[in-house]
């Protein structure tokens, strides 16, 4: 290899060009401040583009520690508190159109002892399966009414959450108790009727969409 300049180097007999990454003027950072604070905070690379955040900006406030990345391509204004769920947000940003589900679920909807020890999402059969380095995440696959019913959508510091309501999500840690665990969702149907976040009767709605409904009910009338 042959230097021939500061950012032109020879090898092999190709010259190659080193792309240099330009240190952020003071306004651009301060526009891209207040396009971050308008959007909760929260941005992924491509949303930052297209709001006129150059790649130099973003990188060079993430080396400046003015942003901080919550996961590989989503990044937060670091002067803003960390959000409640930042593994949420996260995965979230990434994954717009999946729908939080399971224990992760159950743990939003503030029912059970369950710390989650994963994000656990629910996709479409063909839908993309994505990767995480951070926060770890577990994929399940669902289709029609399963995954389109009893969806809410939520918001945590300004970024969009999809998240099945609570009865749908006791009919899914029956139909996933296999992946969760029975206990876990005889917790969540117990802990569910208890807080009445859930009526007996939604329940079983979403218990016959899930095709579970021989195995919840006898359950469900033990606990009358």
């Not at 629910?122 to 009414?145: C, L, N, T």
Request: aromatic residues 8%; glycine residues 6%.
């Amino acid at each position: 290899m042959i230097i021939t300049s500061d950012n032109v180097y020879k090898f092999r007999g190709i010259y190659h060009t080193v792309t240099m990454i330009r240190e952020p003027s003071d306004s651009a950072v301060r526009v891209a401040e207040e396009i971050f604070r308008s959007a909760g905070g929260t941005l992924r690379t491509r949303e930052a583009a297209a709001h006129g955040i150059h790649y130099s900006t973003l990188y060079g406030m993430r080396d400046a520690g003015l942003v901080e990345q919550l996961s590989r391509g989503v990044y937060r204004l670091a002067e803003l508190p960390a959000p409640g769920k930042y593994d949420v947000v996260a995965v979230a940003e990434r994954v717009p159109d999946a729908v939080l589900c399971l224990v992760s679920a159950l743990d939003f909807h503030e029912i059970g002892t369950q710390i989650p020890a994963w994000v656990s999402i629910a996709i479409g059969p063909k839908d993309w399966h994505p990767q995480f380095d951070y926060p770890p995440v577990r994929v399940y696959r669902m289709s029609g009414e399963a995954l389109t019913a009893g969806v809410e959508e939520h918001s945590i510091d300004g970024t969009p959450v999809r998240v099945f309501s609570p009865a749908k999500t006791v009919a899914d840690c029956f139909k996933f108790r296999n992946k969760v665990g029975l206990d876990v969702a005889l917790e969540a149907l117990r802990e569910t009727l208890r807080s009445r976040k859930a009526t007996r009767s939604e329940i079983m709605h979403f218990a016959a969409i899930d095709r579970v409904t021989k195995i919840i009910r006898p359950y469900l009338e033990a606990m009358e």
